[in-house]
């Protein structure tokens, strides 16, 4: 894996440095800003693999950073902060963003989170010959999904989707007709162990039913009450 570039967006220096330290050990290429303002223009100067990303910020706030990412980048986001409310994480979420970490939160942890965001996010970007493409290929009904490429068109348009939202796409059109449960899904996409009252899941699908429903017009995820989600088949 060539190194991966990083940015981390913290107004408190103290914060970042540490962040740095930790992600530096690790290899990665670390970038720093202390401002929303300078995250948006040190974005649009470079490439970046993932964005850490406090909300609490002058100038320009995380969730004003990330809605601006979020209108032509799916770069996976990491975010930061010192509330630990769940309307402050589901609004950390609606926003766009992959993953949520509370202040303050252990170095390791955030560098294990880090490194499995990394995997989730390009775990399809492998070179592959155009038949293996081919039949990693997904079609169901005007939506084409790739699954080397981790694109999305619909008829022939491309839709932008966070890699979160790639994955759980790909899952469920991957098996059309059966029903996933939160659970099913956030271990399947995550990697991770689930936890009771975890939303995460629920505003994930919230979030790609809008860009779906946007470009089909139609309803594609369906709900089963009490049990989970599905595409019909």
């Known amino acids: 894996m060539s190194q991966r570039r990083l940015l981390i967006v ?50 320009v706030d995380g969730l004003e950073v990330c809605r601006t990412i979020r209108k032509d980048k799916a770069i996976p986001i990491l975010m930061l902060s010192a509330k630990a409310e769940d309307m402050d994480k ?28 990394l995997r989730r996010s390009y775990q399809y970007s492998t070179t592959t010959s155009s038949s293996e493409q081919g039949e990693n290929t997904l079609v169901l009904g005007p939506l084409k999904i790739g699954r080397f490429t981790h694109t999305v068109e619909v008829e022939g348009r491309p839709l932008h989707l966070t890699s979160t939202e ?9 098996h059309p007709g059966r029903v996933f449960s ?9 990697k991770e162990k689930y936890f009771e009252s975890n939303n995460t899941v629920m505003v994930h699908i919230s979030k790609l039913r809008d860009k779906l429903e946007h470009e089909l017009g139609d309803k594609l995820i369906v709900t089963v009450w009490g049990v989970g989600y599905k595409i019909e088949g």
Do not use: C
């Open 90 to 117: 589901i609004m950390g979420l609606m926003t766009g963003a992959d993953d949520y970490m509370v202040k303050p939160f252990n170095p390791l942890e955030l560098v294990a989170r880090i490194k499995s965001l």
């Open 166 to 174: 790639f994955g759980i796409l790909f899952l469920l059109a991957s």
């Open 10 to 59: 913290d107004d408190d220096k103290e914060i970042a440095d540490l962040i740095e330290i930790y992600l530096k050990n690790e290899g990665f290429e670390v970038i720093k800003a202390y401002n929303g303002e300078e995250a948006l223009h040190k974005l649009e100067e470079s490439a970046f693999h993932l964005v850490v990303l406090d909300i609490m910020m002058p100038k």
């Open 182 to 190: 939160a659970e099913d899904i956030f271990q399947q996409v995550w």
